[in-house]
């Protein structure tokens, strides 16, 4: 069964009496050379067990499927499961879980299903909460290699933005904390059915054994970067001091004793100035 072929996916939509969901952002890749791409991009092979989000019709659970020894696939939309074991009846290495992934306990659920086995994520996301599942996956300290994932062009690129520069914000703050992030390649609209208004890319993330700078308290470092991406057109004291309730003058001195203009722009900031920000702001406190 070719999964990307149009006739295909309309043929199992009406059997299953399945129509997409704007709600769920669900576009299936209908190109053929995509998932083999995806798969490539993650560098998995059968010693590998691999954790995917929303597998769709599973175009490329199927192609992670013949490469990893294991697939665990998390789906929330409850009229696909019966679908996927039509789809992926050839592959025993496939367990669908079906499972909002934002709610999902995930450190339980691959200590129980990846015992031993070096992990990867591999997924195509819905656009419309990208950030939210990046920030989970990296926030619960999953014990894994990478995360390799097909998001919108300009997400990718937020992703993967170096902290200091004009493309940055809260999320590249956190992603380069945790992993090495790189834009691997991009997927043009006609792509998917239905083919959405955007340009896609894959991203992926390097796991960094221990984070890119060393913080006394990650939820309070976290807060600080997230009040100063909060106003972004404001200075970062001006956001900051907005953002966590404190007098400005406290976040100016406290700039000030990190080696920070008053001016600077929360853009401008790199993982090092917030931390040392942060630190300043514990001892002006």
């Known amino acids: 069964m070719e999964l990307t072929d149009l006739a295909t996916i309309r043929t199992l939509c009406e059997k299953y009496d399945f129509a997409l969901s704007k709600g769920f952002g669900q576009n299936f890749i209908v190109n053929p050379g995509v998932p083999p791409k995806i798969v490539d991009a993650a560098g998995i092979d059968r010693s590998f067990g691999v954790l995917e989000i929303g597998p769709g019709i599973g175009v490329l659970t199927k192609e992670i499927a013949k490469r990893a020894g294991k697939v665990v696939a998390i789906e929330v939309d409850k009229r696909l499961p019966p679908v ?4 992926l009846a050839g592959f025993d290495n496939v367990k669908i879980i079906l499972q909002d992934v934002l709610k999902a306990d995930l450190p339980a659920l691959m200590a129980e299903e990846f015992a031993g086995m070096p992990v990867a994520v591999c997924a195509n996301l819905p656009y419309y909460i990208t950030s939210p599942i990046i920030m989970k996956l990296l926030e ?3 014990p894994v290699q990478n995360i390799t994932v097909m998001v919108q062009k300009e997400a990718a690129e937020r992703l993967a933005a170096q902290p200091g520069t004009r493309e940055s914000g809260a999320v590249s703050c956190a992603v380069r904390y945790y992993a090495e992030p790189r834009v691997m390649f991009t997927v043009q609209a006609g792509s998917f059915y239905p083919a959405p208004k955007v340009t896609s890319a894959v991203v992926r993330l390097d796991i960094r054994p221990t984070p890119a ?27 900051i001091a907005a953002g966590l309730g404190l007098p400005r003058p406290q976040v100016a001195e406290a ?31």
């Not at 996927?84 to 789809?87: K, S, V």
């Not at 939820?219 to 001006?238: E, H, I, P, S, W």
């Not at 920070?260 to 100035?273: C, F, K, M, S």
Request: proline share 5%; hydrophobic share 50%; net charge positive.
């Open 255 to 285: 700039l000030a004793a990190a080696g920070l203009d008053a001016r600077v722009r929360p853009e401008q900031l790199t993982l090092a100035d917030f931390a040392a920000l942060d630190a300043a702001l514990r001892a002006v406190r």
């Open 213 to 239: 700078v060393p913080v006394p308290d990650e939820r309070a470092y976290f807060a600080l970067v997230r009040a100063a991406f909060g106003q972004r057109r404001k200075t970062a004291a001006n956001a």
């Open 84 to 87: 996927l074991e039509e789809t």
């Open 140 to 142: 619960d300290r999953l």
